[in-house]
């Protein structure tokens, strides 16, 4: 018998009685206790935090023995749908090695019971093990030892999935020395205990997700913290790094720093990928020594100046060498170095190598925010006959990804879904929450009939994948109607998109509305507004505006301003919107601007 999978169950049969032969003996299923214990011990471990992947697994096979079997089986499954390791426990230990060495014989049989979880996505209910023309399962000698000692008499073969994919396969086996047999009672708990197991293997791979997301923040936070730190030991070479506008020039500082204080001769060489180094920095208090010094090479020099005690350090942090500090005296000051001046040096390049580990953090730090920033929104726009749409991104100037993002989806039939939105939360965080919002809405586009029952399908899934966040959110269908458009908006937190007529009429459209995750049971209402030839519609959202409205004036004399100065297409509006946005001052978080102009008749 094969059952849908956990994710998918199908309506069972009555619990009474056994799976198998009603003619069994009346010794069948689990008992009431049984039950309650197998519950009990795997729900500690699915609701322990963190939540622990191999925990979950470890508490299935480990709780169902002995009270729901007589043995135990748990086989992971790779991503490409091949078995992988084996997990095994008996109520007798010492029989641990002939269920595995009976799994093996089993594994290489056509029909391999865990084979078809995997394929099917599917339970597998063995009724009876080894009757004569059933699974045919005792033929070979040495399978037929096997059997005879295992005595397996019913078994529950079931897929553990996580988002449509089969991840592990439990196997729960009765024996005859038991007397037990599988009931009703026993399929339907063991499928909805791996449907749980499913959902919290799924949170741990969110969890582990997130975690992930904040260690790479706080050892952002801790290297700049540790950075700073070193910087006091020497105030006034700190101060000129810290200061610095560029790598090149805190190097810079530095060597004249350097010069200046116990030093003839400064050299600083950055090492570029794997060609040769580059000279970023040469400070001499000769200045007839000043043109060799840009040009000789850190190994010629001592030769070439005329050094006469030298120092050579690598400018390194976090294991790798970024360049070398080369600080020397000529017979102009006659200076020789102690070891207290080859602490200082040290001191020194490693410093710099921090200042300059620092600036290549920024530039990845920066490519990072920018390919974030491009996952939000869509990689380009959609060609809607009938319609011109622009849009713009606007990113703060902190650099810190804040999430805003903006989607356009076909729902069929003519109908399309825009949405803009941001989340509460910044950086990694932020961007993950977003990713999450619009990942759903776009699983869920096709089930929706009206926005806000977009929205209340997304307020559910904020609140169960990510507790105590927030999203700002406008979502509006748009379809063909009477030779013009009919626009629904739905608000959650979100200032609502504005309506900008033909003939110059600007006005909000879309009801006030709770941020997605605040409320268990929000409630949120729906706007219509038709739309005619030549009106457009303007979602703005993040860039550091008001979510409570407070600039809702603001937007619409902004937005009043952009249609007077533009030539009235989509694209010159936000083109306009841009400028002002950034005249105001710098943005305090990213901005998304999406504007959606009818031009012709639309069917």
Sequence with gaps: ????????????????????????????????????????????????????????????VSAAVPDLADYAILRRVAADGTLGDLQVRH???????????????????????????????ATQVIAQVGREGGDGVARERVHQELLARLGPRSA?????VVRGAVVAVLTLVTSVASGRHYSRNDLEMVEDLTRRAGLALDNARLEGAELAARAVAEQARKEAAETRAAMDLILDAGTLLWTSPGADEGLGRLARLAVGTFADVCLVDVAEGGGPPRRVAAEVSDPDLLEQAERVSAEDAAA???FISAIRVPLAARGGVLGTLTLATTALSGRHYTDADWRLAEDLARRAGHMLDRAHLAEERQAMATALRQSLVPAELPEIPGIELAARSMAAADAEVSGAFADILSLGSGR????????????????????????????????QELPSRMLATLSAAVRRMAPGKRCRLACAFIEPKDGGAA????????????????????????????????????????????????????????????????????DRAMVANARIDSDGTARSMVAMLATSLEQAGPLTEDGELLVLRLLARWR
């Design 1 to 60: 018998e094969r059952r849908p999978a956990a994710h998918a169950p199908a309506a069972a049969p009555p619990a009474a009685g056994p799976i198998g032969d009603p003619g069994d003996p009346p010794r069948n299923g689990s008992g009431v206790d049984a039950r309650l214990r197998f519950l009990a011990r795997t729900s500690v471990a699915f609701g322990q935090a963190p939540i622990d992947a191999g925990r979950v697994l470890d508490a299935l």
């Design 156 to 160: 529950l073969v079931v897929p553990i």
């Design 416 to 447: 399309w879904l825009v949405a803009s939105g941001c989340p509460s939360e910044k950086g990694p965080e932020g961007a993950w929450l977003a990713a999450t919002v619009r990942s759903t809405m776009r699983a869920h586009a096709l089930d």
């Design 487 to 554: 626009l629904t908006v739905s608000v959650a937190g979100h200032p609502p998109p504005l309506v900008v007529t033909a003939g110059g009429g600007i006005a909000p459209v879309g009801q006030p509305g709770d941020p997605l995750g605040t409320k268990p049971n929000p409630s949120y209402r729906d706007e219509s507004l038709p739309l005619r030839l030549g009106d457009a519609v303007v979602f703005m959202t993040g860039a550091g505006r008001d979510p409570e409205g407070a600039t809702a004036a603001e």
């Design 304 to 306: 070439r100046l005329g």
């Design 91 to 121: 109520s007798i230990p010492a029989m641990a090695a002939a269920v595995e060495e009976f799994e093996a014989l089993e594994a290489a049989r056509p029909g391999y019971p865990v084979a078809e979880a995997v394929r099917t996505g």
